[in-house]
């Protein structure tokens, strides 16, 4: 029986699943692997099933030589934490969960939209803290979403789902900026060529586009210089597709209103720029966070697991 690492304990409907296929050893810690555990969890099992921030770069895999290792079984749709050329170099291949995050991920941001416009965290931190002097007309007025215009960056499944969430649920109208042609957005959608003509026509603009070194800081300090003062920024995506900084500087000078944030570039380190902004509403990174969902992803790894183990191709094999 093929032996299964997984780096971080999942929900148990997903380890039941995978236990007549495998010798499963699960790690019991919730933090990234390291370095050198990564590297000899590569010597010692046949397949691995990590997720998101255990990294497998370039420079973590060099110099292995021949491994036990045949199979990374990712746990999640995005998966630029791991070099896949030079895994598939060391002769391993790699497979991610695409779909199973999609509607999960759009609620999240549907989530931070509702809360950043609304300045719903700021009303409840002053509930919690004892400092509401009760309902008066000039409260926490805030952007009334209806109808407004969304722009979105990455037009994908999730950038689809939000767009259909914003569009049929609130009347908003939708623009996007993708790096290809979307020939069927699914909905009314106009697709612009210019990312910061995006910006400069937008309410609302978020960010849904796939992580890695393709897309790393494209939301940088001209984006935020181009958007309207009364517009707000979201994130659900990957945090280095922003540069922090660059966003830092555009909410304490009030180049924009506010920000929703479930991301961080350096996560999870958030700074303390951000967490002291009342603007801000900021999440740990729920996007898929309900058990349904993880559950669906953790039976996805499984299928590409199964399938790698007899000989079949993954079902989502990436490359």
Known sequence: MPALWVTRRLPDA?????????????????????????????????????TLGDALSGDDLAGLGDIRCRMLANFGVGYNHIDITAAQALG??????PGAVTD???????????????????????VRAGRWPGWHP????????????????????IGKAI?????????????FFNRSRVSD?????????????????????????????ETR????????????????FVNIARGDIVDERALITALQS???????????????????????????????????SALEVRVDMGLMAVDNLIAFAEGRVPPNLIG
Request: with cysteine; glycine share 10%; charged share 20%.
């Open 14 to 50: 997903v380890l039941r699943a995978a236990e007549p296929h495998f010798d499963i050893t699960v790690r019991d810690e919730i933090t990234p692997v390291s370095r050198d555990e990564m590297r000899e969890a590569l010597m010692r099992y046949d397949a691995i099933l990590p």
């Open 254 to 288: 009030g180049q924009i209103a506010g920000a929703g944030l479930d991301v961080y570039e350096f996560e999870p380190a958030v700074p303390d720029a951000l967490t002291a902004m009342e603007n801000v509403v900021l999440l740990p990174h729920l996007g898929t």
């Open 92 to 97: 391993m291949q790699v497979s991610n969960t």
């Open 138 to 157: 000039t409260q926490l007025l805030g952007m009334h979403v209806t109808g407004k215009r969304l722009g979105i960056v990455g037009m994908g499944r």
């Open 163 to 175: 767009a259909h969430r914003c569009h049929y649920g609130f009347g908003m109208e939708v623009a």
């Open 217 to 232: 800081h494209m939301i940088d300090g001209s984006v935020f210089a181009a958007m309207q003062p009364q517009a707000i």
């Open 185 to 213: 957005p699914g909905m009314p959608a106009t697709q612009v060529a210019d990312l910061r003509g995006l910006a400069a026509n937008v309410d609302i603009l978020v960010v849904a586009l796939p992580g890695g070194a």
């Open 104 to 126: 999960a991920t759009a609620d999240i941001a549907m989530t931070l939209i509702l809360m950043t416009a609304r300045r719903a965290g700021e009303g409840e931190r002053m």
